[in-house]
Structures are given as structure tokens and as C-alpha cells.
């Protein structure tokens, strides 16, 4: 089994900054991506940034400029550093993790984290 544990969320002022870790724990042979999801009240989730193993990344345009997110191989540990926050960033973000579980050869496992809370004052 696999977990995501997520934390750095909190509450900032407009125009502040945050920086959210997830860390991938368990059964995991190698991450293949993660990514950051948020989902705002009475909103769908939506993706925000996301990374390959290799560091491809892809963001939401709402974000780009902004936001940046780095993966750690070796930790196994995905970052999302956010800056010039807006009242609109506010939401639950969510981490989301496909990694190789190593149990089975070229079994995959794919999962979100808990959420954590990020709220942006006017």
C-alpha cells in the first residue's frame, strides 16, 4: 500500500507565499508522477501543476508565473511552491501520486492524499 502525507498549508495574505510538500510513502519501487489538484467550494477539482520522474512539468494557466512545482526523486516527495497567492487560490489542495509498487513487475498504484486546507485573504 501506498500513502500520501501533504502539509505546508495554511492561511496567507493576497500576494503571499506557500510552500506545500506531499510525501510518498510504502510499497513504491519508483514514482513515475505527482501532482498538486485543488478544489475549491462548489467547484470540481482541477489540476494545478503536475511533474513526471523525469521533470516534465504542466501547469494550470491560472498558475503559470506562479507557481512552481519540483519533485524529489529520492524522497520521493513532491513541492509546490506558491507565490503571489490570490483570494482565487483558495481551496483544498490535494496531492495525486502514480508510482511502480515494485510488488508485482510493472504493477502501478494511483492515489490522492488527504488535502490540505489553503486559504487566501483579501
Known amino acids: 500500500q501506498v500513502q500520501l502525507v501533504e502539509s505546508g498549508g495554511g492561511l496567507v495574505q493576497f500576494g503571499g507565499s506557500l510552500r506545500l510538500s506531499c510525501a510518498a510513502s510504502g510499497s513504491i519501487s519508483s514514482i513515475i508522477d505527482m501532482g498538486w489538484y485543488r478544489q475549491a467550494p462548489g467547484k470540481q477539482r482541477e489540476l494545478v501543476a503536475d511533474i513526471t520522474s523525469g521533470g516534465s512539468t504542466n501547469y494550470a494557466d491560472s498558475v503559470k508565473g506562479r507557481f512552481t512545482i519540483s519533485l524529489d526523486n529520492a524522497k520521493k516527495t513532491v513541492y509546490l511552491q506558491m507565490n503571489s497567492l490570490k483570494p482565487e487560490d483558495t481551496a483544498v489542495y490535494y496531492c495525486?501520486?502514480?508510482?511502480?509498487?515494485?510488488?508485482?513487475?510493472?504493477?502501478?498504484?494511483w492515489g490522492w492524499g488527504q488535502g490540505t486546507q489553503v486559504t487566501v485573504s483579501s
Open positions: 495525486n501520486a502514480q508510482v511502480y509498487t515494485g510488488v508485482v513487475d510493472g504493477e502501478t498504484w
